[in-house]
């Protein structure tokens, strides 16, 4: 399995993007995350967000994790949880992150963000929106369960912090984006960002989604931020 990563972010200071990737053991590990908002508190708390998940990543054992992918993941969840309790209460800060080793992922998110799903495994792309207004309905959920299979855990209450572990497959394509970034484009643009099977490299990976992030930028978003991940 591989890893090709790529990310776009507007050059606002309401907006803050964090992208690791390492090889341990000949095994793939990506952590990416965005966050921002509105007001002038949303820079300075998205900055210190992305900072303390950075140490946090960093004082992990990867080669722990790499024999134990859903007891390290659950154990960065319970600390991301903790640690981002007290500032995703805000209603106008939204964020989302995953954390990928080999074929494991842990995937967590809240506010105004948009996740995006793309199998191209089977022929044609199909794009499924992965984020809360999908993962609760129960036809929906088993959609994605074809692609990425795990827990969830879900707070009932609306708005809150959503973790997901699970299993992804090659030649799936996901996109964490800000509404800003998605709204002004098309479905067809965003399956084609995402379409694994166009991608031979990194390069191209970071091509793709700059070129999109600044197609929405040119149609009127104000706040684009998004990072793209490819497995193959």
Known sequence: MEFMTGYYRQQKEVLSLLLQQYICCDIPVCFGCIC?????SAGRLGGEVTGWLLQEFRRMKLRRAIAD???????LRIKFQKMLSSCTVNQDFWIAGIFCIGGSFLLFYEGRIRLYLCNTGFGQPVLQRMDVSAVRTKEKSDGIKSHAVGKRY??????SLQFQ???????IGVL???????RYL???ELKSCLAVQDIQTSVQTV???QEL???????GAAYGAAILLEVR
């Open 36 to 40: 921002g908002g509105t007001g002038e």
């Open 69 to 75: 992918p859903e007891r390290e993941s659950d154990k």
């Open 154 to 159: 879900v707070d009932a209450a609306a708005g």
């Open 165 to 171: 572990w699970g299993r992804m497959e090659k030649n």
């Open 176 to 182: 964490l984006a800000s509404e800003d970034f998605c």
């Open 186 to 188: 098309s479905a067809q």
């Open 207 to 209: 091509k793709r989604v």
């Open 213 to 219: 992030g600044r197609a929405a930028e040119n149609r």
